[in-house]
């Protein structure tokens, strides 16, 4: 796991999240991680495998569908680049 250092952090923020992750019930480091994990990866971001099933849902594909669909796409490999 990678390592981070806050440097010149005010006293009266380090003061704030030793409170706040007393509360919590958890070490300072423990409510620094969530913290950052929250701001980074909040609970309510789009999950693009999660927004396709439903979208496809909403708009009532179905497997015999996504078989049609299947049918049509192109199979061929595709031709990588020639750099001469």
């Not at 250092?5 to 509360?23: E, F, I, K, S």
């Not at 594909?61 to 031709?79: Q, R």
């Amino acid at each position: 796991m990678a390592m981070l250092t806050v440097r010149n952090l005010p006293d009266d923020v380090h003061r704030a999240l030793r409170m706040q992750a007393a509360q919590h019930g958890r070490s300072t480091e423990a409510e620094v991680r969530e913290i950052l994990a929250l701001a980074v990866k909040p609970e309510t971001r789009v999950r693009l495998g999660e927004a396709l099933a439903a979208l496809g849902r909403k708009i009532g594909l179905n497997n015999e569908d996504f078989a049609a669909l299947d049918k049509l796409m192109d199979k061929t490999s595709a031709e990588p680049p020639r750099f001469e």
